[in-house]
């Protein structure tokens, strides 16, 4: 039973990173510096590190979605190495999302409690940007509470085998 579910956690969390994967390429594809300029009164470096933060994520969603995709069509299905490749996508790809390594945006962690977004800018961003994590946002945080549960389990099931 518990195969069960950690395979229909990872055919979920497959189905999140394939459409956010897509979002982001369609995105990344058809964008530039200069049009993003356009858009907003930001600093050219900082558009430049809104950029740099989307091809990131990008990176680590796709590399989270081709792990899923292998470990779903594994026969048997390996219950540990699901779960272990659900606690990295936690990591690299969700906590990346809502903590950016460089920091081009942040979580307000308030925002649980009033139903506004949750991600805050340093600068006014392109719109564009804006409209694209506003839109991925929700995904994430359902992906989220999904998988906090491998944050806390994974690591103990660690600490107790050392």
């Not at 579910?5 to 390429?25: A, C, D, H, P, Y």
């Not at 945006?105 to 925002?111: F, H, L, T």
């Not at 839109?135 to 549960?149: D, K, N, P, V, W």
């Amino acid at each position: 039973m518990a195969n069960s579910i950690v395979k229909s956690q990872t055919q979920q969390v497959e189905r999140f990173l394939m459409e956010t994967v897509e979002n982001l390429n369609t995105f990344l594809n058809n964008t530039t510096v200069p049009t993003l300029l356009k858009e907003t009164e930001a600093s050219q470096p900082y558009v430049e590190l809104l950029l740099a933060n989307m091809r990131r994520l990008a990176v680590f969603c796709d590399e989270g979605h081709q792990a899923c995709r292998v470990i779903i069509k594994e026969n048997p299905f390996r219950k540990a190495a699901a779960e272990k490749i659900l606690y990295s996508i936690y990591h690299q790809c969700i906590e990346e999302f809502f903590s950016p390594k460089n920091d081009a945006w942040y979580e307000d962690s308030r925002a649980a409690y009033t139903g506004k977004n949750a991600i805050k800018f340093h600068e006014a961003p392109p719109e564009s940007i804006q409209t694209l994590v506003q839109t991925l946002e929700s995904g994430f945080q359902a992906i989220r509470e999904e998988l906090e549960y491998y944050e806390t389990d994974y690591r103990t099931k660690m600490i107790q085998s050392q």
